[in-house]
């Protein structure tokens, strides 16, 4: 009987750090050489839904999507797009299928994403607010 | 007994796919993407009236569900085929701009007969900037280009007094701009093409055995989206020259009928769409006015109330169809109207489940109501995209 205590514990411990782990802040990014400034939230979302497709200075702008295996990004739709995983799924389906759009590339981690920026200044991404490096600057902080 | 076609295994094997993605290559700088979706539905009309075998062969009660893909639903065995279907959608990216889309579907309404119903090439002018060309869905309402991808819409299928004409697909060429106005994003798309239904598959749903054709040229149309957070709005405008012939004799069975079309008739088509989604409701409303010179005018709106609960989404919805013949003392006025109540489960972010029960209710006119009267109507849907 005396282990229970300690699974218990184990078991809370588990929970905690998941919880943390899916609660960390997204902070929106682009290359630190990029030419973007200071993005609002609506003007995030457009990019990411496809909906426009340039920065406010009319520079082209290219979307890069986590996967939604990511912490990351539940966290980034949550606060921007407002949409659930599968209310996300629905949108670009009607999207692909009415030949409107293709949903933008996706990355499997904060790492790939800063690779990825570092490679193109038109690119613009969301990482954890602790993976931010001197690579990138951000311009949207939820 | 209930007879279960080929196609309908098929359907039923695709089911047991849980998790799926799209299939994607690279080929000498091409890239080839394959993607598909799939709906298999079940469903039975439970009680109404008139009741009896119908020219078009139902065993009414039955009640319409798509009458673009003659697809009703009657009061026999469990109705597996109305609004089964199976699409696969083909695009290769030639370059960063150029790509070519195809897009099959085969329907359990079609007795599972595969169409290559897309077709087009697309080409972006600029970032903002899209041209296409080739065969594409006619875009009359909010769904119309996606009506068949049950994942993107909350019910088992649209509300039949909305999305129900004839021509749902143009030969054409289209240009689409997106433009954003501060925090305003707005989408305009322009089109112009033709389009010939042969043997027109809304004809089948009141007679079996008889044929007619359509022809719309010189369609012409635009719609603007224009969307702010939550908020969405849609206006549609658009024109053609409409013409049919009721095809007989030995004309029938071949698609090369050389019959004389009838006159040409202007067709003028007005919609407005609203989707708003303020935290977890979801609020949609359409509207359609369809005036056809010199005959008739028809008004068509719906609006549906839903709020989601995690992965639950219940929907009410009620819709309207109401035609104003404008000869002195025409009786023979379709109107009626549908209450629908939808629930649907998020299986996973690509497929869900879906329960809808429908009310029919006819209030005018003669022909209609003697073959589609009153019903009460349950269905349950799988979608699938993949």
């Given at each position: 009987m005396k282990i229970i205590p300690h699974i218990l514990v184990l078991n809370t411990s588990l929970l905690l750090s998941i919880a943390t782990a899916q609660s960390e802040p997204v902070v929106v990014v682009v290359s630190a050489t990029s030419s973007a400034s200071k993005l609002d939230k609506e003007q995030v979302a457009n990019l990411f839904l496809?909906?426009?497709?340039?920065?406010?200075?009319?520079?082209?702008?290219?979307?890069?999507?986590?996967?939604?295996?990511t912490p990351a990004h539940d966290e980034f739709h949550k606060s921007?797009?407002?949409?659930?995983?599968?209310?996300?799924?629905?949108?670009?389906?009607?999207?692909?299928?009415?030949?409107?759009?293709?949903?933008?590339?996706?990355?499997?981690?904060?790492?790939?994403?800063?690779?990825?920026?570092?490679?193109?200044?038109?690119?613009?991404?969301?990482?954890?607010?602790?993976?931010v490096d001197k690579s990138v600057k951000v311009i949207l902080a939820p | 007994m209930i007879k279960i076609p080929l196609y309908t295994l098929l359907l039923l094997a695709l089911c047991s796919i849980t998790t799926a993605n799209a299939l994607e290559a690279e080929?000498?700088?091409?890239?080839?993407t394959g993607t598909g979706f799939l709906t298999a539905a079940v469903g039975k009309v439970l009680d109404g009236s008139p009741k009896g075998l119908s020219d078009a062969g139902y065993n009414c009660p039955c009640q319409i569900s798509d009458y673009s893909h003659q697809s009703v639903y009657d009061n026999s065995s469990l109705n597996i085929a109305p609004d089964s279907k199976l699409g696969l959608q083909g695009r290769i990216d030639f370059t960063n701009k150029l790509s070519l889309t195809s897009q099959g579907v085969s329907r359990g309404s079609q007795n599972g007969r595969p169409d290559l119903e897309w077709l087009y090439a697309s080409y972006k002018l600029t970032s903002d900037t899209t041209v296409q060309i080739g065969r594409k869905r006619l875009p009359?309402?909010?769904?119309?280009?996606?009506?068949?991808?049950?994942?993107?819409?909350?019910?088992?299928?649209?509300?039949?007094?909305?999305?129900?004409?004839?021509?749902?697909?143009y030969n054409g060429i289209n240009i689409s701009h997106t433009h954003t106005l501060g925090s305003w994003s707005t989408t305009l798309n322009a089109y112009i093409g033709t389009e010939t239904v042969i043997n027109n598959p809304i004809n089948k749903i009141y007679a079996k055995n008889d044929r007619s054709d359509d022809r719309w040229s010189n369609i012409m149309g635009a719609e603007l989206f224009f969307s702010k957070g939550w908020f969405e709005g849609r206006l549609m405008a658009m024109t053609a020259l409409a013409q049919s012939r009721i095809v007989s004799g030995s004309c029938v069975d071949t698609d090369s009928c050389t019959m004389d079309w009838g006159q040409k008739t202007r067709r003028n088509m007005y919609g407005f769409s609203t989707v708003i989604t303020p935290n977890d409701w979801l609020l949609m409303t359409e509207l359609l006015y369809t005036p056809v010179f010199n005959y008739d005018y028809s008004f068509a709106a719906s609006a549906s109330v839903g709020r989601h609960f995690g992965k639950w989404l219940p929907m009410v919805t009620y819709s309207i169809y109401e035609e104003t013949i404008l000869a002195p003392n025409a009786i023979d006025n379709e109107r009626h109207s549908n209450t629908s109540v939808a629930l649907r489960y998020d299986l996973t972010p690509a497929s869900d489940v879906k329960l809808q029960f429908d009310h029919w209710l006819s209030y005018g006119g003669t022909s209609f109501p003697s073959i589609y009267g009153n019903s009460n109507m349950l269905t349950l849907a799988y979608d699938l995209v993949f």
């Open positions: 496809g909906k426009s497709s340039s920065y406010p200075d009319g520079s082209a702008a290219v979307p890069i999507e986590q996967t939604d295996a921007i797009t407002e949409k659930s995983a599968s209310q996300l799924k629905s949108y670009w389906s009607k999207m692909i299928f009415s030949g409107k759009g293709t949903a933008p590339k996706e990355v499997a981690s904060n790492a790939e994403l800063l690779k990825l920026l570092a490679s193109n200044p038109a690119m613009i991404g969301y990482i954890d607010k602790t993976a | 080929y000498a700088g091409m890239k080839f009359l309402f909010y769904f119309s280009e996606t009506q068949d991808v049950g994942l993107t819409y909350p019910w088992v299928h649209l509300p039949p007094q909305t999305y129900g004409w004839a021509v749902t697909n």
